[in-house]
């Protein structure tokens, strides 16, 4: 995928953030289409029963999502390095051969996932086969191999700076790529104690996603917008330290709405409602002071408001509003410990989930892609095709589409499930047969198939937007 792209204009740095972001639209594919086998089965749980059970499903689909996001940010990293730095990255060829190595490692794990699925009750099922541990489901040797890998991205990232300008967009990611990388090990080893276990697993899942990576996407964000609109540094540098210092202040205090019913002193409950609502407000916060500057700046001079990629700076508008309404927005439905006790474990959930991740990351990173691809042509400016427009559309009303159903089969559940027969088994299955809940999840397939097609004019797009630039520029 995105083979054709061509890459002689770029620097050997780029070209290999150019070949992460390859594999990370292939997986991107492979999440979409894990997701709509596991909605079939939501619907017909014999589908495919025994020979590729919805559990496996839905754990490629979940992982998937994960490393596609990790090999776009990754890609990211490398795009903007040289930009941020002024030098190309130190270590290059260890560089491409961590790559080709966890490239080979993620196509073991998910061909394990998917042919092999499951293992006995014993050490070696946690060493070769999976761990157990859901969203960090890969086996331990897959475990060891992606810290080997982070650390060499972290070593060629560190030095490049060391050895380069100086930002504050860098000084922020090498802080956060360092938090990023040392949070993963807190899923590294277990406790007898499911509390504990719990809490630990909670640092990895919530604070990846909810800290670190939230920071990750404003660093993206403020170096997108000065390349695509010429966007003032010292404004974006002042909201992404004004992000830090919520984010790793909230993010943290903000976890304690995971503790609420895993045995954690009752305190959490007040500070992990408070704190979680805080953490998208930064970034939101930023891309309005930076359109208005540049609003009133372009028409304060009489010029019509030059944009250097139109696909870009969609995508990325997008994931300002996209991170409040999918984080904050929905994610406060359910946060609120007085209704998480009846939410907890709902379709609320995989609702706050579906959008928060797709208006937090993915929109940022595709966004990324299509800076890449400019970069890759040579273009000086690429406006937005038929294709790409098309793309945007359907994955955004897509996503947004699963979302509001999956709210009603979890609304649904809260009524009937929990609320009036109070939450046992038999409620369980009894909510889960009812036309609300079953309704709800035919729309949360119909609205997966339109998320694909956008996908497939996304795909469409990458591999010839740079094309339709560079004639347009002869």
């Known amino acids: 995928m995105l083979t054709s792209i061509k890459t002689d204009n770029i620097s050997p740095t780029k070209k290999l953030g150019m070949m992460y972001f390859r594999v990370a639209i292939v997986l991107f594919g492979a999440q979409l289409l894990m997701g709509l086998i596991a909605a079939i089965q939501f619907i017909y749980p014999n589908f495919l029963f025994e020979i590729f059970d919805f559990s496996v499903a839905r754990m490629v689909h979940i992982n998937a999502l994960v490393v596609w996001m990790l090999y776009a940010m990754i ?21 491409k051969l961590a790559f080709w190595v966890l490239t080979a490692a993620v196509a073991v794990v998910v061909l394990v996932f998917i042919f092999i699925q499951v293992g006995p009750g014993k050490e070696s099922t946690i060493w070769f086969i999976n761990e157990g541990r859901e969203y960090i489901e890969a086996p331990r040797w897959a475990d060891i191999g992606i810290v080997v890998v982070v650390l060499i991205f972290y070593y060629n990232v560190f030095f490049t700076f060391l050895k380069g300008r100086k930002t504050g967009i860098m000084t922020v990611m090498i802080a956060n790529l360092l938090a990023l990388a040392g949070l993963y090990l807190a899923g590294m080893f277990f406790t007898d104690n499911i509390s504990m276990d719990q809490y630990w697993w909670w640092w990895v899942i919530h604070l990846w996603v909810e800290a670190t990576w939230e920071v990750f996407v404003g660093t993206l964000a403020a170096y997108a917008l000065i390349k695509i609109i010429s966007a003032k540094r010292e404004i974006v540098e002042m909201w992404l330290w004004i992000e830090v210092l919520m984010l790793f202040g909230s993010g943290i205090l903000g976890l304690g709405h995971h503790y609420f019913w895993i045995g954690t002193p009752e305190y959490w409950w007040e500070i992990g409602a408070l704190f979680s609502s805080l953490e998208p407000v930064p970034l939101v916060a930023m891309f309005v002071h930076v359109l208005y500057d540049w609003g009133k700046e ?71 892609m299509y800076m890449g691809v400019q970069g890759a042509y040579g273009v000086k400016q690429m406006k937005a095709t038929f294709n790409s427009k098309m793309a945007i559309f359907l994955i955004t009303f897509g996503v947004m589409g699963m979302t509001i159903a999956l709210t009603i089969a979890g609304y649904e559940q809260v009524l009937v499930e929990r609320a009036e027969l109070g939450g046992g088994w038999d409620a369980f299955f009894t909510a889960q047969n009812l036309p609300w809940y079953v309704q709800a999840q035919v729309w949360r397939t119909i609205m997966g198939i339109v998320t694909f097609i956008g996908f497939v004019y996304l795909v469409l797009d990458l591999l010839t937007i740079g094309t339709k630039a560079k004639s347009q520029e002869v």
């Open 75 to 95: 890609g990211s990293v490398y795009y903007m390095l040289p930009d941020e730095t002024g030098e190309e990255a130190v270590g290059l060829g260890l560089g």
């Open 298 to 368: 372009q028409g304060a001079n009489g010029n019509k408001p030059a944009i250097m990629n139109g696909p870009a700076m969609a995508w990325i508008v997008t994931n300002a509003f996209g991170n409040f309404l999918g984080a904050g927005i929905w994610g406060f439905f359910h946060t609120l410990p007085q209704v998480n006790i009846y939410t907890h474990g709902t379709q609320f959930t995989a609702a706050h989930g579906h959008l928060a991740f797709f208006g937090a990351y993915a929109t940022i990173l595709i966004g990324m």
